[in-house]
C-alpha cells in the first residue's frame, strides 16, 4: 500500500537538519495527493515511484531551507514543489527516459488544470520537461514571461535537477548512475550532498520499521 514516510522519521532527526513540522506536513499532504491520483503505481520502472518522489520533495525542501539560512528567499516555491511531485508521472516501460519528461508535463498539465493560473501550470511543466533533459538550461519556448520571471523558473529548475540527482544514490548496482556531487547545480545541493545519504539510509530504515509493524497487525 502506498504511503508518506516523513511522518514516521525521527522528528528530532528532522528538526535538527532544518525541518519545520509545518514542512512535514506539506511533503505528507503532497504525497497523498499522489496517491489519489494514482500518479505512480507498479507501471512505473524501478526506483521511480512514490518513495522516490517524497524524497525529491525532501531534497526541495531541504535546498530551499538551505537557501533561506544562505539569506535567499525563492519566489513561486509551488512551481517546484508540484513539479516535484509530477516529475516522473510520465515514466512507463511505454515511454522512453527521454520523452518522459514531456509526456509528464502533459500529464500535470490536465490533472492541474483550475488549481493554478495559467502561468504557474507552466512553470510546473516547463520545470519538468527540463528534469529528463540533458541541458541545465529551460527552454521557455514562445511563451510570455519577463525577465524575473524567467530567472526565477531557471533557478527552480535547478533545484529540481539536484534534488532528484541527490535521490540517485539509492542506485546500488550501477555506481556510474549515482549521484556526483562536481555535477550538482547549487551550492546549497553541494552542502547537504554528504548529509544526504544519511537521510536517504535513515528514510529506508524507517520504511522497513513502518511494514514490520503493519506485519505484526
Avoid at 25 to 31: G, M, T
Avoid at 123 to 132: K, S
Avoid at 162 to 176: P, Q, V
Wanted: with cysteine; glycine share 4%; charged share 30%.
Amino acid at each position: 500500500m502506498e504511503k508518506s514516510y516523513i511522518k514516521n522519521m525521527n522528528i528530532h532527526y528532522l528538526t535538527s537538519i532544518g525541518f519545520s513540522v509545518n514542512q512535514i506536513q506539506s511533503i505528507n499532504i503532497l504525497v497523498h495527493k499522489g496517491i489519489e491520483e494514482k500518479l505512480y503505481k507498479k507501471k512505473h520502472i524501478p526506483y521511480h515511484n512514490l518513495k522516490h518522489i517524497e524524497r525529491v520533495l525532501c531534497y526541495c525542501m531541504w535546498i530551499l531551507n538551505q537557501k533561506k539560512n544562505n539569506g535567499e528567499i525563492l519566489e513561486n516555491q509551488d512551481i517546484l514543489f508540484y513539479s516535484a511531485l509530477y516529475h516522473d508521472c510520465g515514466r512507463s516501460l511505454l515511454v522512453s527516459n527521454k520523452m518522459h519528461g514531456i509526456v509528464g508535463a502533459q500529464i500535470a498539465k490536465e490533472k492541474l488544470k483550475g488549481t493554478f493560473d495559467a502561468k504557474k501550470v507552466t512553470g510546473i511543466c516547463l520545470l519538468i520537461e527540463t528534469h529528463a533533459s540533458r541541458v541545465d538550461e529551460v527552454d521557455f519556448k514562445n511563451f510570455t514571461l519577463s525577465k524575473e520571471e524567467k530567472e526565477n523558473i531557471q533557478l527552480l529548475s535547478n533545484i529540481l535537477k539536484d534534488a532528484d540527482a541527490l535521490d540517485r544514490n539509492r542506485i546500488k548496482l550501477f555506481k556510474f548512475a549515482q549521484c556526483n556531487p562536481n555535477f550538482l547545480r547549487t551550492k546549497e545541493a553541494k552542502e547537504i550532498y554528504l548529509q544526504s545519504d544519511t537521510f536517504y539510509l535513515k528514510y529506508q530504515d524507517t520504511v522497513r520499521q513502518v511494514r514490520s509493524l503493519e506485519k505484526k497487525k
